[in-house]
T-cell receptor, first 107, second 114 residues
Framework: RKEVEQDPGPFNVPEGATVAFNCTYS??????FFWYRQDCRKEPKLLMS???SGNEDGRFTAQLNRASQYISLLIRDSKLSDSATYLC????????FGAGTRLTVKP | ETGVTQTPRHLVMGMTNKKSLKCEQH?????MYWYKQSAKKPLELMFV???????ENNSVPSRFSPECPNSSHLFLHLHTLQPEDSALYLC?????????????FGNGTRLTVT
């Protein structure tokens, strides 16, 4: 079983749609959780940390379910500029990356 | 000035060449990392320098050799590479003493081995 698993997609959605990504992790001792965004041929950039109580940043909402060992990212009112690959990252000391979920937002 | 800078941005080298990748962080972090990103694969952690100690990933071939002269600079020395080593090499830094401290990446070196 992969340490961090994501649906690779691609997710193709129209502008204004709501889209959700899930990510599962295998190590129950994991301590920190993040979502990163990576544009084509660019480096990953931190989108948001994920806290136990869930957190929101504008159109983006992240949630953590420790019992089921998954985190989620919800994007509301999606924009063309949201098109990117979204990486789930889980830390148990070392950072473990998922392979990413590709999102394309179309006009 | 950007937080983590890497040079060169692109590198093409033959299998007999020796080259080095350079990374510098301006964030005051105490840990630095090398990651490898191949097409359609998760980022692979290669090396970590944390609190001035080196942590190795034992699956990294010896043709990759890291060097960390201080907490702000990190090098990756390359020699006798193979074509399958072609990938995006990313440097990152973080503050390990801070809970939930994320990684900050440089813009990467795209390496092609011919």
């Amino acid at each position: 079983r992969k340490e961090v698993e994501q649906d690779p997609g691609p997710f193709n959605v129209p502008e204004g749609a709501t889209v959700a990504f899930n990510c599962t992790y295998s190590n129950s001792a994991s301590q920190s959780f993040f979502w990163y965004r990576q544009d084509c041929r660019k480096e990953p950039k931190l989108l948001m940390s994920v806290y136990s109580s869930g957190n929101e940043d504008g159109r983006f909402t992240a949630q953590l379910n420790r019992a089921s060992q998954y985190i989620s990212l919800l994007i509301r009112d999606s924009k063309l500029s949201d098109s990117a690959t979204y990486l789930c990252v889980v830390s148990e000391g070392d950072m473990r990356f998922g392979a990413g979920t590709r999102l394309t937002v179309k006009p | 000035e950007t937080g983590v800078t890497q040079t060169p941005r692109h590198l093409v080298m033959g299998m007999t060449n020796k080259k080095s990748l350079k990374c510098e962080q301006h964030l005051g972090h105490n840990a630095m990392y090398w990651y490898k990103q191949s097409a359609k694969k998760p980022l692979e952690l290669m090396f970590v320098y944390s609190l001035e100690e080196r942590v190795e990933n034992n699956s990294v071939p010896s043709r990759f050799s890291p060097e960390c002269p201080n907490s702000s600079h990190l090098f990756l020395h390359l020699h006798t590479l193979q074509p399958e080593d072609s990938a995006l090499y990313l440097c990152a830094s973080s503050q390990v003493s801070t809970e939930n401290s994320p990684l900050h990446f440089g813009n990467g070196t795209r390496l092609t081995v011919t």
